[in-house]
C-alpha cells in the first residue's frame, strides 16, 4: 500500500484518460461514440459521482483513486473477516489478495475497483451453494450484473451463475412456478442495472459491444498470453501462497463433504 504511493506523483496514459473523459461526457460528447474505450460505464460513472462531490482536479484525482484502493482492501477485510481463522492462515490470505499490488502498474487501480465487485460476486454465490440460500443468491446476481458494466469479461463466468440457478431451483426447489418466477425476476435486474448508465450517458449498447469487441480483437496481449506470466505468477507468489493456503487448511474434510463437489 504503501509502493502505491506512486499514483501520486506517477500517471500513464490510461489512468489520466479515465479521470479525464469521465468529467467531459454531455449531449455532445458520447462515451463509446466519440470516445473509444473497453471500459464499462460503471467506472466512469463512478468518476463522475465522485467529482460531483468534490469537485474535479489534481488532488481530487488522487483522493478520487485512493477510494479506488481503499474499496478493494475494505471488500477483503470483510470477506477475510467472515470466518474466525487462525493468525497464519489469516496472512496467508491477505498477502495472497493483495499480491496483485506488486503488477506495479498505476491504471491497476480500475482492477481493483473490478474486483471490489467481483469478490463479493464469487463470496456470495458460494454462500448460497453452502447454506442453500436464494437471498445470497440474489445479491451474487446483483454483483454479477454490476460487474457486466465494468468488465464484459464477466460473461465468462455466466455458466456458475446458471449450474447455482440449476442447483438451487430445480434440485432443491422443485417448484415450477419459482423456476419460471426467478428468471424473470433475475433479468429485470440485469437489465435496469445495464439500462441506468446509458440512460444517464446517453451512448448505445452497439457502440459499446463492438468498442469491447474491437478491443479484444486488437494484437495487444497481456501478461497471461505472453511468457510474462510465469515471471507475474511467481512474483506475486500466488501459487506458493495457494498452496501453503491448502496445507494449513482442513483440506481433506472439505473434499469429502457432501456438495462440497459442486462447490470446487
Not at 119 to 134: C, G, P, Q, T, Y
Not at 144 to 170: A, D, G, K, N, W
Request: contains cysteine.
Amino acid at each position: 500500500f504503501i509502493w502505491f504511493s506512486k499514483i501520486f506523483y506517477i500517471w500513464d496514459h490510461d489512468t489520466g484518460l479515465w479521470y479525464l473523459i469521465s468529467n467531459q461526457f454531455n449531449d455532445n460528447y458520447t462515451l463509446y461514440k466519440n470516445e473509444f474505450d473497453n471500459k464499462g460505464p460503471l467506472f466512469f460513472l463512478f468518476i463522475k459521482f465522485v467529482s460531483y462531490i468534490i469537485g474535479y482536479g489534481v488532488y481530487q484525482a488522487y483522493f478520487f483513486y485512493s477510494l479506488c484502493i481503499f474499496s478493494f482492501l475494505l471488500v477483503l477485510l470483510y470477506l477475510i473477516n467472515q470466518k474466525k481463522l487462525d493468525y497464519k492462515i489469516y496472512w496467508i490470505l491477505l498477502l495472497s489478495f493483495t499480491s496483485i499490488f506488486l503488477i506495479k502498474k498505476p491504471h491497476i487501480v480500475f482492477i481493483l475497483f473490478y474486483y471490489s465487485f467481483f469478490l463479493l460476486f464469487i463470496h456470495f454465490l458460494l454462500k448460497s451453494v453452502i447454506l442453500n440460500s436464494k437471498n445470497y443468491f440474489i445479491l451474487a446476481f446483483i454483483f454479477f450484473s454490476l460487474c457486466s458494466i465494468i468488465l464484459i469479461e464477466i460473461y465468462l463466468y455466466s455458466p456458475l451463475i446458471l449450474l447455482t440457478f440449476i442447483y438451487l431451483f430445480i434440485f432443491k426447489e422443485k417448484k415450477i412456478d419459482k423456476i419460471i418466477l426467478y428468471p424473470i425476476l433475475f433479468l429485470f435486474v440485469f437489465g435496469l442495472i445495464n439500462y441506468l448508465p446509458k440512460l444517464y450517458f446517453g451512448y448505445s449498447f452497439k457502440d459499446f459491444y463492438t468498442a469491447t469487441i474491437l478491443y479484444q480483437a486488437s494484437s495487444s496481449k497481456g501478461p497471461v498470453m505472453s511468457i510474462n506470466f510465469i515471471y507475474f505468477l511467481i512474483l506475486t507468489l500466488i501459487l506458493p501462497l495457494f498452496l501453503k493456503a491448502i496445507y494449513f487448511s482442513n483440506f481433506k474434510n472439505f473434499i469429502i463433504k457432501r456438495f462440497d463437489y459442486f462447490i470446487i
